[in-house]
């Protein structure tokens, strides 16, 4: 069974940075695309930023030049580093595999 956990989230000022953290079990395969999302109060989840197994990286718009999206030595395991960071980021943020998977989210407040 494949586990998906999220770990550092929190509660930061705004222009502050934060880094997420990612790691996949049960999985034998090495997953080719990971992803972060994101999803605000009353609002869609949306893509924030994916990865794939070659290096390739996309991302919103809106995080562009301040988030960076990067996976790890550890077989299935990527993060978000997170700067410059506006109240608008504020959300719970989901680790996501193959567009299949999914963690439990991790909570970011940015303060004003």
């Known amino acids: 069974q494949v586990q998906l956990v999220e770990s550092g989230g929190g509660l930061v000022q705004a222009g502050g940075s934060l880094r997420l953290s990612c790691a996949a079990s049960?999985?034998?395969?090495?997953?080719?695309?990971m992803a972060w999302y994101r999803q605000a109060p009353g609002k869609q989840r949306e893509l924030v930023a994916g990865i794939s197994s070659a290096g390739s990286t996309n991302y919103a718009d809106s995080v562009k030049g301040r988030f960076t999206i990067s996976r790890g030595n550890a077989k299935n395991t990527v993060y978000l580093q997170m700067n410059s960071l506006k109240p608008e980021d504020t959300a719970v943020y989901y680790c996501n595999a193959i567009r299949q998977y999914w963690g439990q989210g991790t909570q970011v407040t940015v303060s004003s």
């Open positions: 049960g999985s034998i395969v090495n997953f080719n695309y």
